[in-house]
């Protein structure tokens, strides 16, 4: 476990919380990358981010809470390639951040690519691939941390490479009232840093499932789901066991495009959740998806979204967390140059089998404004608030940001 250790006060800093306030009275719109031609049918376009970051509860303690301030660099590419019969796109991104802290634990480096292509070889025969590499990163003081206190002076941040790939299959024509699709994933994930303490949080997850859409009318479909999760941890804890786990879920539904100012998706069902080698039956539950969204106007949008999920359980007396989450945004454009968002979300997380629940709420209100037509500046202020049944682990951590975003 890593231990803080503070060895001197560092100053509560305003200044950039007050220009980022200061900008979002102002009023702007993103622009989006801009693409050329390279070559052999390709489009490609580059993007810089720049921005200072004030941070407040660096560590997401529940007392007596660490400030920080620092940068963040981002810049990010793609290609695109389309013709008759299919598309490419290739995408890639390395992003450094550094903080006034000592050591390491305020430093990071993470990068990856993703690649996708979409084939139609025939009018009723589709192919899509999807692949992707991510080296990323656990925030000291969450995930395996969350009850430790880093030392500013030594230590490692909890780094780990993550894979996947992805196949889909689908059957039916564009005219067509039925389509089905069948797909396989999977994805991995390894950490490569503090490999005695966090070798337990790798994991191999491979997925199925199944999709039958009926049209009713040429906007609205029923659709048919049915998918199956397994998760399998590459060693067990003494505490829990055999972590292993598969789930199955079925959700039927209505899905609907442009009827009016709305489209959606709605699914509901049941699922099942059973452990590898536990007497214990599998746990039954309601399902459910839903993606709603609503255009008043030209100029805004309101998204809603919600649904329950299964993720990885990262601490070793957890056999799984168990979440339910809800989120809106409205995006809103006042004029050509000037775009804002405002967004909130709720997640409740059952952590099945040590008794703990957790609710996690975050909101989030950003502004751009285009300067010229490759620059844009933004700023945005966002906070993220647990509480948790276990003491010792609720935090409330606000951030601010502004920055730069250069599109040539």
């Given at each position: 476990?890593?231990?803080?250790?503070?060895?001197?006060?560092?100053?509560?800093?305003?200044?950039l919380?007050?220009?980022?306030?200061?900008?979002?009275?102002?009023?702007?719109?993103?622009?989006?990358?801009?693409?050329?031609?390279?070559?052999?049918?390709?489009?490609?376009?580059?993007?810089?981010?720049?921005?200072?970051?004030?941070?407040?509860?660096?560590?997401?303690?529940?007392?007596?809470?660490?400030?920080?301030?620092?940068?963040?660099?981002?810049?990010?590419?793609?290609?695109?390639?389309?013709?008759?019969?299919?598309?490419?796109?290739?995408?890639?991104?390395?992003?450094?951040?550094?903080?006034d802290?000592?050591?390491?634990?305020?430093?990071?480096?993470?990068?990856?690519?993703?690649?996708?292509?979409?084939?139609?070889?025939?009018?009723?025969?589709?192919?899509?691939?999807?692949?992707?590499?991510?080296?990323?990163?656990?925030?000291?003081?969450?995930?395996?941390?969350?009850?430790?206190?880093?030392?500013?002076?030594?230590?490692?941040?909890?780094?780990?490479?993550q894979?996947?790939?992805?196949?889909?299959?689908?059957?039916?024509?564009?005219?067509?009232?039925?389509?089905?699709?069948?797909?396989?994933?999977?994805?991995?994930?390894?950490?490569?840093?503090?490999?005695?303490?966090?070798?337990?949080?790798?994991?191999?997850?491979?997925?199925?499932?199944?999709?039958?859409?009926?049209?009713?009318?040429?906007?609205?479909?029923?659709?048919?789901?049915?998918?199956?999760?397994?998760?399998?941890?590459?060693?067990?804890?003494?505490?829990?066991?055999?972590?292993?786990?598969?789930?199955?879920?079925?959700?039927?539904?209505?899905?609907w495009?442009?009827?009016?100012?709305?489209?959606?998706?709605?699914?509901?069902?049941?699922?099942?959740?059973?452990?590898?080698?536990?007497?214990?039956?599998?746990?039954?539950?309601?399902?459910?998806?839903?993606?709603?969204?609503?255009?008043?106007?030209?100029?805004?949008?309101?998204?809603?979204?919600?649904?329950?999920?299964?993720?990885?359980?990262?601490?070793?007396?957890?056999?799984?967390?168990?979440n339910?989450?809800?989120?809106l945004?409205?995006?809103?454009?006042?004029?050509?140059?000037?775009?804002?968002?405002?967004?909130?979300n709720?997640?409740?997380?059952?952590?099945?089998?040590?008794?703990?629940?957790?609710?996690?709420?975050?909101?989030?209100?950003?502004?751009?404004?285009?300067?010229?037509?490759?620059?844009?500046?933004?700023?945005d202020?966002?906070?993220?608030?647990?509480?948790?049944?276990?003491?010792?682990?609720d935090?409330?951590?606000?951030?601010?940001?502004?920055?730069?975003?250069?599109?040539p």
């Amino acid at each position: 476990m890593i231990v803080i250790r503070r060895q001197w006060g560092l100053p509560q800093p305003v200044a950039l919380v007050a220009a980022a306030l200061a900008l979002v009275s102002l009023p702007a719109l993103a622009q989006q990358p801009r693409l050329y031609q390279v070559g052999g049918g390709f489009l490609g376009g580059v993007t810089v981010e720049a921005s200072a970051v004030q941070v407040e509860n660096f560590f997401y303690e529940d007392t007596e809470s660490v400030s920080a301030s620092g940068y963040r660099v981002r810049p990010s590419a793609s290609l695109t390639r389309t013709d008759s019969i299919g598309s490419l796109r290739l995408d890639g991104y390395g992003e450094y951040s550094d903080y006034d802290l000592r050591g390491s634990l305020d430093s990071t480096f993470d990068y990856g690519g993703n690649a996708r292509y979409d084939w139609r070889p025939l009018t009723k025969h589709s192919f899509d691939f999807a692949g992707g590499y991510q080296r990323g990163h656990d925030p000291a003081g969450l995930v395996r941390t969350e009850e430790g206190r880093p030392l500013f002076d030594q230590g490692e941040v909890d780094e780990w490479d993550q894979t996947r790939l992805s196949l889909t299959y689908g059957y039916g024509s564009p005219s067509s009232l039925a389509r089905n699709e069948l797909s396989i994933g999977v994805r991995n994930r390894e950490y490569v840093t503090n490999r005695d303490a966090t070798r337990f949080l790798n994991y191999d997850v491979r997925q199925l499932g199944y999709l039958l859409s009926y049209a009713y009318s040429p906007k609205t479909a029923f659709v048919f789901v049915l998918a199956n999760n397994a998760i399998d941890y590459e060693i067990p804890v003494r505490a829990s066991g055999n972590r292993n786990l598969n789930e199955f879920a079925a959700r039927t539904g209505v899905r609907w495009v442009a009827t009016g100012k709305t489209s959606g998706d709605v699914q509901v069902g049941v699922r099942s959740v059973s452990l590898d080698g536990r007497a214990r039956p599998s746990r039954q539950a309601f399902a459910w998806r839903a993606n709603l969204e609503w255009v008043p106007t030209a100029r805004s949008t309101l998204r809603f979204s919600t649904g329950e999920s299964t993720s990885e359980t990262y601490r070793n007396d957890t056999l799984y967390i168990d979440n339910k989450n809800y989120s809106l945004s409205w995006r809103q454009s006042w004029t050509s140059r000037l775009d804002s968002t405002v967004s909130a979300n709720y997640i409740d997380s059952e952590f099945v089998g040590s008794g703990r629940k957790d609710e996690t709420v975050s909101a989030n209100i950003g502004i751009d404004y285009q300067v010229l037509a490759p620059l844009t500046v933004f700023a945005d202020l966002s906070s993220r608030n647990r509480e948790s049944t276990l003491n010792g682990l609720d935090y409330d951590a606000p951030q601010a940001r502004l920055g730069v975003r250069w599109t040539p």
